[in-house]
């Protein structure tokens, strides 16, 4: 395999980053580069857009980029198949069940009977905590009390917000918009996971690099996770910086909006790496593997060793 991003600017090596165009991990990437902290962390980051998560996966297994924004369970996945990919947590599960306001649903008993929109398909993360918090409490099976229609993030949005779902499971950014236009939230995936026995923050999405990589360049893979998390800490403390961002954000005139989505991405940082995160890691793989099968956790439901990088953070 090759290794990508060899060449060296300034006597700085360079990090090629693998990001979704239009995902809110962009956000991060900009104020790294706009306040000059790879420069500080002694490297250049360059960022490639990818037009989805399956041309990242093939991206960075290809060479081509160095690091990319994906979630443990696939690093796990990919480990356990003999693909050695390697981690360390970027932001934890967020977000959480939206209903609208008109339907009447108060609490999680009251779903049964209802239709739930599911951005994702059946096996989205949301979906799989929350079938298995309803189990813990109700002994049966959630697909089979509910109809759940699965659809573009957008369009599950569109419909919650209309009235025309009432209640949706969305990406957290789509949820951080419900509330934005009058929606609820009736729990979040943080308290559905607490309920199931994990405590504290889930480390879902991780930035992914080949063991390759890691070997021969862990100082370079170092200095873009000091970016990574000095951007973190000025992201959660510092309002100002976001200022920068509200195009980005498509919250140029919304204020309310604005302030929805900048509270909700607070509430995913990972701002260090507490050593809990690796054990509600693995707690959140066994849920996931109970539940989500091969289709989610890959063929073998074992949490692979070394999921998680040893090389940073000591």
Do not use: C
């Not at 360079?14 to 002694?42: C, F, H, K, P, R």
């Not at 609208?100 to 979906?127: C, F, N, R, Y």
């Not at 609820?184 to 996971?193: A, C, D, I, K, N």
Request: net charge negative; proline share 4%.
């Amino acid at each position: 395999m090759a290794v990508a991003g060899i060449a060296v600017a300034q006597d700085r090596p360079v990090i090629d980053v693998g990001i979704l165009s239009y995902g809110t991990a962009q956000w991060e990437m900009q104020v790294i580069q706009d306040n000059g902290l790879d420069t500080d962390a002694g490297i250049e980051l360059v960022v490639t857009d990818l037009g989805s998560e399956q041309a990242g996966d093939l991206a960075l297994q290809a060479g081509n980029v160095d690091v990319i924004l994906t979630d443990f369970l696939w690093v796990s996945a990919q480990r356990n198949a003999g693909n050695l990919i390697t981690s360390i947590p970027h932001s934890r599960a967020v977000g959480g069940v939206m209903v609208h306001p008109g339907a009447g649903i108060e609490s999680l008993d009251q779903l049964a009977g209802t239709t739930i929109g599911i951005a994702g398909g059946p096996v989205d993360k949301s979906w799989i905590i929350l079938q298995s918090a309803w189990e813990s409490l109700n002994g049966d099976t959630l697909a089979e009390q509910v109809d759940a229609r699965f659809a573009a993030p957008p369009l599950v949005n569109e419909l919650l917000v209309s009235g025309d779902l009432p209640v949706a499971l969305n990406f957290w950014h789509y949820n951080a918009r419900a509330r934005a236009a009058g929606m609820t939230e009736l729990v979040s995936v943080t308290e559905l996971l607490a309920d199931l026995g994990v405590d504290g923050p889930a480390p879902l999405l991780v930035w992914a690099f080949t063991d390759e990589t890691a070997q021969a360049r862990p100082e370079a893979i170092r200095g873009f996770l000091d970016a990574s998390f000095a951007a973190k800490r000025m992201l959660l403390e510092d309002d100002a910086v976001w200022e920068s961002l509200r195009a980005k954000m498509r919250a140029e005139e919304d204020d309310r909006l604005f302030t929805e989505l900048r509270d909700a991405y607070r509430e995913g940082i990972i701002a260090d790496l507490d050593p809990g995160l690796y054990d509600t890691a693995s707690r959140t793989f066994d849920i996931m593997a109970e539940q989500g099968g091969a289709d989610l956790v890959g063929r073998d439901a074992v949490f692979a060793e070394d999921t998680f990088w040893t090389g940073y953070g000591d």
